[in-house]
């Protein structure tokens, strides 16, 4: 245990204390309810993971916009209905002595329109070489708002009480979609050179 001697000490992130550096990283449960509300099990399952002693516990994705969604039944941050049910989350974490942190997330191109109920959207109209499904490039107009999306998320995990957040920019999901030439085809300001 001499190499781990300071994983059971306490650290400071900014003004988050940790009492331990042990962190539970973002894993699927999909214990959220199909209306992208949270469900009590998540809520406990949560805590369960708090009681055990980890000191930083983040949640599983979290939708900022509906049209991100990897499933349905994935927690949804878009609008304020979705604040108490979060709440529900920090609460019971705090209660066991964890700090926690939501994970932001779109899936861009990919997710499906059966999930969805519409074409998923993307940097560029180039399908998902997993899913192989049609999807939609987003116009300037439609980034603009998942910029503002994203922040308004964050906005709603403070008010929820979340210590912290993570974006999801990992998997291939929509802000790795910008950064990869695979996916983003754009020559405006929203691709072309790495300056862009």
């Known amino acids: 245990m001499t190499q781990l001697k300071h994983l059971f000490s306490p650290i400071k992130i900014k003004s988050m204390e940790l009492k331990n550096r ?20 998540l809520i406990k399952y949560l805590a369960r ?5 980890t000191g930083l516990i983040f949640t599983e994705v979290c939708a900022v916009d509906p049209r991100g969604r990897l499933s349905k039944n994935e927690m949804g941050i878009w609008s304020d209905e979705f604040i108490p049910g979060l709440a529900g989350i920090t609460e019971a974490v705090h209660r066991e002595g964890g700090k926690v942190g939501v994970q932001l997330h779109h899936a861009g191109r990919e997710t499906s ?3 969805l109920g519409v074409l998923p959207e993307a940097p560029s109209p180039i399908p998902s070489p997993l899913l192989r499904k049609e999807c939609e490039e987003m116009s300037i107009q439609r980034i603009g708002e998942l910029v503002e999306a994203y922040g308004a998320s964050a906005r709603r995990a403070k008010q929820a009480g979340f210590d912290t957040v993570e974006v ?7 802000p790795c ?7 983003n ?6 691709g072309g050179s790495d300056e862009n």
């Open 22 to 41: 042990a962190v539970m990283p973002a894993m699927a449960t999909t214990y959220g309810k199909t209306d992208s509300m949270v469900s009590d099990r």
């Open 49 to 53: 993971r708090a009681q055990g002693g």
């Open 113 to 115: 329109s059966s999930i």
């Open 168 to 174: 999801h920019g990992a998997h291939g999901y929509l």
């Open 177 to 183: 979609q910008f950064l990869s030439p695979f996916s």
């Open 185 to 190: 085809h754009r020559s405006d300001r929203y």
